[in-house]
């Protein structure tokens, strides 16, 4: 079926330096969302978007964080800068329609040192 | 606080039994509930759902099972195979559908 790709599937970076995970979402999908998982952990909701605005962002969504689909390309996440708290695995979903399901993405690892 | 649980953290079942995989929630507004399966290296993969109008969904060998009084649900894997081995993950929303809350997972294991 239609995919979701991430892009890395895993990222190494200096704490304090600046990441940008990038997200291909299903091509007919009109919701994004991200979602972090920390080892051990639930995936836990970041933040969702539509119709390039955030519809609504968890505390987890840090001012650091920023999400954007510059000219309906990559949906993206950046973290600037970057702490050793946001070491996860970062998953990437789209979805049709607001009641639709989801599809995901592998995830992007990152790891912040 | 965690609004979705599930249990047990792992279990192993020959093939050919039935896998057994429990969820209860918090929140008395979630209404939907998705079941994601995922294989090591992938993203969560969209498995069975159920409204909370329902108490029984089936697909297949896979059942889930709903007790909106006791805010738990379950998912049964009839004749399990070893391809059903991954990490099972229960979800929940509300109607407004803005946001997954997820289970921390149980990783099924089927022996041959």
């Known amino acids: 079926g239609p995919k979701v790709l991430q892009i890395p599937s895993h990222q190494i970076i200096d704490m304090g330096q600046m990441v940008t995970l990038n997200c291909d979402p299903v091509?007919?999908?009109?919701?994004f969302y991200w979602y972090k998982q920390i080892l051990g952990q639930q995936m836990e909701f970041l933040v969702n978007?539509?119709?390039?605005?955030?519809?609504?962002k968890s505390k987890l969504f840090k001012d650091q964080f920023s999400v954007e689909r510059p000219d309906g390309s990559y949906f993206t996440l950046k973290i600037q800068p970057t702490a050793l708290e946001d070491s996860a695995v970062y998953f990437c979903?789209?979805?049709?329609?607001?009641?639709?399901?989801?599809?995901f993405g592998s995830g992007t690892r990152l790891l912040v040192i | 606080q965690q609004q979705v649980r599930q249990s047990p953290q792992s279990l192993t079942v020959w093939e050919g039994e039935t896998a057994i995989l429990n969820c209860s929630y918090e929140?008395?507004?979630?209404?939907?509930f998705p079941w994601y399966q995922q294989f090591p290296g992938e993203g969560p993969a969209l498995l069975i759902s159920i409204l909370s109008v329902s108490d029984k969904k089936e697909d297949g060998r896979f059942t889930i099972f709903f007790n909106k009084r006791e805010k738990k649900l379950s998912l049964h894997i009839a004749d399990s195979q070893p391809g059903d081995s991954a990490t099972y993950f229960c979800a929940a929303t509300d109607s407004g559908y803005n946001k997954l809350t997820f289970g921390k997972g149980t990783v099924l294991l089927v022996s041959p």
């Open positions: 978007f539509y119709n390039g605005k955030v519809m609504e």
């Open positions: 091509s007919n999908h009109l919701y």
């Open positions: 929140n008395s507004a979630f209404d939907y």
């Open positions: 979903a789209s979805s049709l329609a607001q009641n639709s399901d989801y599809t």
